[in-house]
């Protein structure tokens, strides 16, 4: 008989790197003084967001690159 982690979903949790607190800092908290502008823990789905925003303060070239331990932001005034 097999025996399953007490996760449900069977990940670990030292495999999980995105996190809610890390979302939601960069979500309010985000300042665009210097690039690249590195966002540990961060999920990848804030990325057309973080665009929405660089963009909407007159930055351009913009892009925004998913690591394995969160977003890279990118971009020129």
Not at 22 to 48: C, D, K, Q, S
Not at 66 to 77: F, K, M, P, T, Y
Request: proline content about 6%; charged content about 20%.
């Amino acid at each position: 008989m097999k025996t399953f982690p007490a996760n449900k979903q069977g990940i670990g949790d030292k495999q999980k790197k995105s996190s809610l607190r890390a979302t939601w800092r960069a979500l309010l908290g985000i300042t665009f003084n210097h690039f690249p502008l590195i966002l540990p823990g961060v999920y990848p789905l804030m990325a057309p967001i973080i665009m929405f925003r660089l963009k909407r303060r007159g930055f351009s070239n913009c892009r925004v690159e998913v690591s394995r331990n969160g977003l890279i932001v990118h971009a020129e005034r």
